[in-house]
Nanobody, 129 residues
Framework: QLQLVESGGGLVQPGGSLRLSCAASGFNLDDISVGWFRQAPGKEREGVACITRNGRSTFVTDSVTGRITISKDNAKNTVDLQMTDLKPEDTAVYYC??????????????????????WGQGTQVTVSS
């Protein structure tokens, strides 16, 4: 069964850090690109970062550049999102998604369910003092 499960969310103070993890079961990470997305209350889902199937190319959206790093851990079969210097506007439900994307040089941060066909249930991140 193909499944993505996010973990690592929680309540953190502004300026703090969190590491989110996306556990992929039933997938070979070498076959998929993975994206992280977020959705705040009343807002549309937006892309945060993505990583290609070979892990050599990543993309991070401008709003979080310098504060977020995406990485793959093939041994654990996870894709992690390290977030630092968190701000209240980072508060959202964070989702990971998988796409069977043959490219090793590019990935997409568009939350296109026609491209990212597998989605996790999300993990809540709240940044507040």
């Amino acid at each position: 069964q193909l499944q993505l499960v996010e973990s690592g969310g929680g309540l953190v103070q502004p300026g703090g850090s969190l590491r989110l993890s996306c556990a992929a079961s039933g997938f070979n990470l070498d076959d998929i690109s993975v994206g992280w997305f977020r959705q705040a209350p009343g807002k549309e889902r937006e892309g945060v970062a993505c990583i290609t199937r070979n892990g050599r190319s990543t993309f991070v959206t401008d709003s979080v550049t310098g504060r977020i790093t995406i990485s793959k851990d093939n041994a654990k079969n996870t894709v992690d999102l390290q977030m630092t210097d968190l701000k209240p506007e980072d508060t959202a439900v964070y989702y990971c998604a998988a796409a069977y994307n043959p490219s090793t040089i590019s990935c997409s941060v568009r939350p296109d369910k026609g491209h990212y066909t597998y989605w996790g249930q999300g993990t809540q991140v709240t940044v507040s003092s």
